[in-house]
């Protein structure tokens, strides 16, 4: 889930936007990560499923299309309440493109709350929201392993990272028989529920160390 209007003084315009142990892998790669470029994606012939087990919930995880974005950490925020956050710990928010250059990013005011993220910015931004959304993201992560998890855990707002994995659709129940569902947007141009992206993480690739 992603984007949400609300209206605002004319100084600003303000989005909000929602929807959230072991030895890490080595994630640091010598050459610097391409920012200047969207995700991309790719639509899987046949959906590939993954069983999972929590504390309450137990359920599937239906990877639907191999996804890459390469981006700058605009927001990492961890969660630990929602039966979501049992499978994703954390919500990366990311941009790319123009946003990113000569960190134009920088322009806008940035944070994250409740499986949303927010942006905010001011006359002196020179863009309107046609530039922010189609490049910038906010992330769901499911760690395919846990050392992966910290991994994501200790991204730093400004870092260049490349994620890799898959697209993904969460279904999953309780003892008591309630149903909960999680679907990842396939766009990068949609708005409001369910325009945020769902990655089962594969890979992790930061620059910059």
């Known amino acids: 889930m ?7 003084p004319v100084y600003f315009v303000f989005l909000l936007i929602l ?38 919930y137990q359920g599937t995880i239906t990877l639907k299309a191999t996804y890459v974005v ?10 630990s309440s929602g039966w979501q956050s049992a ?3 954390y919500d990366i928010a990311l941009c790319w493109g123009t946003l990113a250059q000569n960190n ?3 322009k806008l005011s940035w944070s994250q709350s409740g499986r949303w993220y927010y942006w905010r910015y001011g006359s002196d931004f020179g863009y309107d929201n046609s530039l922010v959304i189609p490049n910038s993201s906010n992330n769901h992560i499911i760690p395919s392993k846990p050392a992966l998890a ?4 200790d991204l730093s707002v400004g870092k ?26 396939t766009s990068r141009e949609d708005t409001a529920d369910g325009s945020c992206e769902i990655i089962y993480v594969t890979g992790v690739t930061v620059d910059g160390r």
């Open 19 to 56: 929807f959230a142990c072991g030895t890490k892998p080595e994630s640091t790669a010598a050459e610097l990560v391409d920012v200047s470029q969207p995700p991309v994606q790719e639509m899987l012939a046949t959906p590939k499923v993954i069983k999972f087990s929590g504390k309450e």
């Open 104 to 106: 134009l990013y920088k």
């Open 2 to 8: 992603k984007k949400r209007v609300f209206p605002l």
């Open 150 to 153: 910290g991994v994501i855990g």
């Open 70 to 79: 390469r981006g700058i950490v605009v927001g990492r925020e961890k969660y």
């Open 160 to 185: 260049k990272v490349e994620i890799e994995g898959f697209l993904a659709d969460v279904r999953a129940g309780n003892k008591e028989g309630r149903k909960v569902w999680w679907n990842s947007s």
């Open 87 to 89: 499978i994703s710990p």
